[in-house]
């Protein structure tokens, strides 16, 4: 059974900085991507930014350019997304996926297409 469990949400002032962790246990494949994403009420998931498990390449929304960054740690089986110059507009729930096999980080977070799996997702709040 596949487990996407994410950390590190929390509230930061405008300008400060988050790190959330993603663990991932029980998928298999090793080539996927694993992205990020986030909803605030009443509006669709956005994908944040994706990076794939051979760790050849990501992908970032135009939100998040410059300030995210998506990183990996295959010996620990955590992706990270370092956010740094947080906004308000940034306050979101964000979720953890993993995508399907072989499905590129342009369709899963790019898309939002090909997702296989999600994490409970966690809170990150910027005051102004």
């Known amino acids: 059974q596949v487990h996407l469990v994410e950390s590190g949400g929390g509230s930061v002032q405008a300008g400060g900085s988050l790190r959330l962790s993603c663990a991932v246990s029980?998928?298999?494949?090793?080539?996927?991507?694993m992205g990020w994403f986030r909803q605030v009420p009443g509006k669709e998931r956005e994908g944040v930014a994706g990076?794939?498990?051979?760790?050849?390449?990501?992908h970032y929304a135009d939100s998040a350019k410059g300030r995210f960054t998506v990183s990996l740690d295959n010996a620990k089986n955590t992706v990270y997304l370092q956010m740094n110059s947080l906004k308000p507009e940034d306050t979101a729930m964000y979720y953890c996926?993993?995508?399907?096999?072989?499905?590129?980080?342009?369709?899963?977070?790019?898309?939002?297409?090909?997702?296989?799996?999600w994490g409970q997702g966690i809170q990150v709040t910027v005051s102004s």
């Open positions: 996926a993993a995508g399907a096999p072989e499905t590129s980080c342009s369709v899963v977070t790019g898309l939002g297409l090909g997702v296989h799996y």
């Open positions: 990076i794939y498990t051979t760790n050849v390449g990501h």
């Open positions: 029980g998928y298999s494949d090793t080539n996927y991507c």
